[in-house]
Structure formats: C-alpha cells, structure tokens
C-alpha cells in the first residue's frame, strides 16, 4: 500500500479564500483523524472519524473548517474563509484495526498571507 | 500542567552515546505511542505499547502503568536519528490522542 495520502502537499493563499485539503487513508483502515501542527501548540486533533462517521469535530477551531468523509478511501478538511492564523502543516493519519498503530500522511503545508 | 510530558525538551548527543526520552502522562490511556519526525518531514509511528517492552533495531520502547511512564531509548546514536521525537497516548475509551510537545535530539557525528 503506498500510506496515507494527502494532498496538496504545499498550498499559499490569500486571505479570504477556500482551501481544500485531502486524504486517502490505507485501505481497510477504520479511523481517520486530521491534526494540525504549529510551532506554539504542537500537535492538535481536529476531528477524526470512524467507518466515515464523524465522532469528535471538538477541535475544530470554528465553523470556517469543515470536514467531510463521503467514503472509506477519502477525505477533505476545508477551511472558508482562510486566516493568516490558520497558516500551519495539516496532517492526516488513519489506524491499522488490527494492531492499533497509526500511519500519517505527509502532511499538508499552508500558508496563508 | 500538560496531561503527557515530555524530558527532555531538547537533547545532543555524540554519535555512539546511549539516549533517553521519558513521557510521563496524567491520564488513563489505553496505549502509548512513540512518533518519530524528522526536520520539515511527515510522522513515523515507531512503537505502540500498552505494557512491558518492545525493541526494534536501535530503539527500546518501555512503558510502566503503573507509574504513568514510558521511556525510549536509543542505543549506539547517530547523527540520522537527529529528529523530533513525540510521545502520544489516547484516552482510555477514545480516540482523541493527546500528544507530548515532543523531544528535540540532536546526534552529533
């Protein structure tokens, strides 16, 4: 399998605009979390989901990100409109049902100006 | 106070020296988690342990319930595991990770 998937891998942006952030997890894997890491706060969770339904959305910053997971090969973290302050590197990982471990993509480098 | 620590926050090492990072944590977890990333690169789960110890090439994993700690170990260092290494822990019943602000280690050659 070729992991976690995401894309784009780096986006810049102007204030104001859509972005759009996606994911494939590795197949047959059941939980998909999307984090956000910035230099003062580390790793955050956002939301992840579970057979693609949402089970936790409490770390979504505000109703500008939104999160969606039409099916088990894919995802999208959407932010509208964009801040400055949402300028970070999104990650998304799914878990192994079996063994529990956690696989994250690449991640996503934003940066909004 | 943060519910999983991380010691040190930084750290360097001389190729060859034997390393350690410790988490301590403050709730109840069902398993730890060890993540490796390097400079500007995407996160490598190395280990994840609910008891006891686990080994892996140069890397020792070990966990104490009891106590609430974990500790990684590096053996005969080298300058490519210069990375960020994070500990992260779910609570117990969820999902919703929490993760240590991680150690910065530095090898030098």
């Known amino acids: 399998d070729a992991g976690v998937i995401q894309s784009p891998r780096h986006e810049v942006t102007e204030m104001g605009q859509e972005v759009t952030l996606r994911c494939k997890p590795i197949?047959?894997?059941?939980?998909l979390f999307w984090y956000r890491q910035t230099m003062m706060r580390g790793l955050e969770l956002l939301i992840y989901f579970n057979n693609n339904v949402p089970i936790d959305d409490s770390g979504m910053p505000e109703d500008r990100f939104s999160a969606k997971m039409p099916n088990a090969s894919f995802s999208t973290l959407k932010i509208q409109p964009s801040e400055p302050r949402d300028s970070a590197v999104y990650f998304c990982a799914s878990t192994d049902p079996d063994t529990g471990e956690l696989f994250f993509g690449e991640g996503s480098r934003l940066t909004v100006l | 106070k943060n519910e999983v620590e991380q010691s040190p926050q930084n750290l360097t090492a001389q190729e060859g020296e034997f390393i350690t990072i410790n988490c301590s944590y403050s709730?109840?977890?069902?398993?730890l988690h060890w993540l490796q990333q390097h400079p500007g690169g995407g996160i490598v789960s190395l280990f994840m342990l609910s008891s006891g110890k686990k080994k892996h090439g140069r890397l020792i994993a070990t966990i104490n319930i009891q106590e609430k700690h974990s500790s990684l170990h590096i053996t005969a260092s080298h300058p490519r595991d210069s990375a960020v290494y994070i500990c992260?822990?779910?609570?117990?019943?969820?999902?919703?990770?929490?993760f240590g602000t991680g150690t910065r280690l530095k090898v030098l050659a």
């Open positions: 709730v109840g977890i069902s398993a």
């Open positions: 197949s047959g894997h059941d939980y």
């Open positions: 992260a822990a779910p609570r117990s019943g969820t999902y919703k990770y929490i």
